[in-house]
């Protein structure tokens, strides 16, 4: 905790970029769940003691996911792959893109608390912000119309969101901010791309995140969506009500 209380100290301009974004992902998803609740004709409070719990507890169980991740072939050791996601993207198809967002930060914030951050909240941003990428846009066609067709259209088009948005974000934010953040020259991180992954064009950002960012969330994206796609229905009944 004292590690994690000095990293603030230390990056607080990281740190209010985070809490700005995360404050504008909540408002927006608070904003399209109110207007899925309106065209639905559905009444009543956004957040309710069930609801409330449930965030809880899958916000926990995405942080344990969350620490087994792991490394891929195609991509440098820093990119690791996890799937986190997964009971967020249940819990958002049962409860709305506003208990998506928070059980996103709250998965976050969970993890820091038991290990801290090794990039001085860099990637603990981009983790946020490429989740929420995913589970936001899926949510929020699922929260219109809730039916099977629309679950799979929900997840499709969460996928290909957060796999084009993850690799621009890559390119735009992510490597130059680790770039400035260990002081290794940007050629030296694009070197490390393309020593394990032949695809990829020496010393090109772009054909960097084509190669290993691009196939990298594409490959989570289908994964998370094809087994929430296999396991919400029959969950949902005990996720929303209980055991009766």
């Given amino acids: ?74 991509a440098p050791d820093f990119y690791k792959l996890d799937f986190s996601e997964l009971p967020i993207l249940v819990g958002t198809f049962a409860f709305g893109p506003a208990a998506g967002v928070m059980m996103e930060f709250v998965k976050i914030l969970l993890k820091l608390m038991v290990k801290g951050t090794s990039t001085a909240f860099v990637g603990d941003l981009a983790n946020f912000v490429i989740g929420c990428s995913f589970i936001l846009p899926a949510s929020v066609v699922y929260a219109f119309r809730k039916n099977k067709k629309t679950a799979v259209i929900a997840c499709i088009t969460g996928t290909l969101i957060m796999t084009v948005f993850g ?51 594409l490959i989570k994206g289908v994964s998370v969506s094809v087994v929430t796609l296999l396991i919400y229905k029959p969950l949902s009944p005990i996720i929303k009500n209980g055991h009766r």
């Fill in 167 to 217: 690799t621009a974000f890559n390119a735009i934010y992510l490597l130059p901010a680790f770039s400035e953040l260990y002081h290794l020259p940007l050629e030296n991180i694009l070197a490390m791309g393309s020593a394990v992954n032949p695809l990829m064009t020496e010393g090109s950002i772009v054909s960097f995140v084509a190669a290993c960012v691009a196939p990298m969330n």
């Fill in 1 to 74: 905790m004292n590690n994690l209380l000095q990293s603030v100290t230390e990056n607080v301009t990281y740190v209010l970029s985070f809490l700005g974004i995360i404050v504008l992902m909540f408002a927006a998803a608070l904003m399209l769940e109110k207007a899925a609740m309106k065209k639905n004709g559905t009444k009543g409070p956004i957040f309710h003691t069930r609801k409330i719990a449930m965030i809880g507890m899958f916000s926990a169980i995405a942080m344990i996911l969350h620490l087994f991740d792991f490394p891929l072939p195609f």
